[in-house]
């Protein structure tokens, strides 16, 4: 089992930054992804970003080139630096932590961009 622990959420106003991170702990493996997804009040929860064991990145569309996602495999923690927010970025973000078929998600922290 893995756990996942997420911190780093707040309120924010549009254009300033934010900076999330997630630990992970328990029966972890080196070659997992890690990825963060968020979900809106009454919308599904979507990719925002992941990272492979290697450092390889994938973004979605809405936050390229505002947000970056890295990770300390030393520190079993993945980071997601939140630049440029807007409004639309308001949502509770998830650290999802996958290796082969087994996935693991933490509790969630809440951003939220308002002036």
């Known amino acids: 089992q893995v756990q996942l622990v997420e911190s780093g959420g707040g309120l924010v106003q549009p254009g300033g930054s934010l900076r999330l991170s997630c630990v992970a702990s328990g029966s972890i493996f080196s070659f997992n992804v890690m990825g963060w997804y968020r979900q809106a009040p009454g919308k599904q929860r979507d990719l925002v970003a992941y990272i492979t064991p290697g450092g390889s990145t994938n973004y979605a569309d809405s936050v390229k080139g505002r947000f970056t996602i890295s990770r300390d495999n030393a520190k079993n923690t993945v980071y997601l630096q939140m630049n440029s927010l807007k409004p639309e970025d308001t949502a509770v973000y998830y650290c999802?932590?996958?290796?082969?078929?087994?996935?693991?998600w933490g509790q969630g922290t809440q951003v939220t961009v308002s002036s």
């Open positions: 999802k932590y996958s290796r082969k078929a087994y996935d693991a």
